[in-house]
């Protein structure tokens, strides 16, 4: 009522210019609703989006560690069963050098008892017996010579020398 005119047909039926003024505010407000829900919806769709974009990548990461651990998984049994083969080769190799010091000290030690089976025949030798203690001249170059070698035999063999008289 701002200086127009008023209408007249406008003044025979008050109403209506109120009617006329709830159905305009009624359409704005529609119309407003209609600009609300549609922005809610595409804002919804937006994060539907986002968060079906974000349960594809999770997923692919969850695959993705899937395949690590079995990954993983083979490894550690490859890795399991190469040092199974190694601690086995071990073993061996454990085994055979037990055989071989076996053998080599069954051999040292047969070597000794010859050695010493020879020094005993050696002096056996080298004493005179008991019918020729008077002739030790003619057999004194024989006694000097089976000495020498006795001696070198026994240094050969890490013992000691004996005077094969003194037995």
Excluded: C, H
Aim: aromatic share 6%; charged share 25%; no cysteine.
């Amino acid at each position: 009522m701002s200086g127009a005119t008023p209408d007249p047909a406008a003044a025979a039926n008050p109403l209506g210019e109120l009617a006329k003024f709830a159905l305009a505010a009624t359409e704005r407000n529609m119309a407003l609703a209609r600009s609300w829900s549609d922005a809610l919806l595409a804002m919804l769709k937006e994060q539907s989006e986002d968060a079906r974009a974000t349960l594809t990548t999770l997923a692919a990461s969850l695959e993705a560690m899937e395949r690590a651990l079995a990954s993983q998984e083979e490894t550690n049994r490859a890795l399991r069963q190469s040092l199974e083969g190694y601690r086995q080769i071990v073993d061996r190799y454990v085994s055979a050098q037990e055989r071989t010091a076996g053998l080599v000290q069954s051999a040292v030690d047969d070597l000794q008892t010859a050695g010493e089976g020879q020094m005993e025949a050696a002096r056996a030798l080298l004493r005179p017996p008991m019918w020729a203690t008077e002739a030790t001249g003619a057999t004194e170059p024989f006694t000097q010579m089976m000495q020498a070698w006795t001696d070198a035999f026994t240094r050969f063999s890490g013992g000691r020398t004996a005077d094969p008289r003194s037995s």
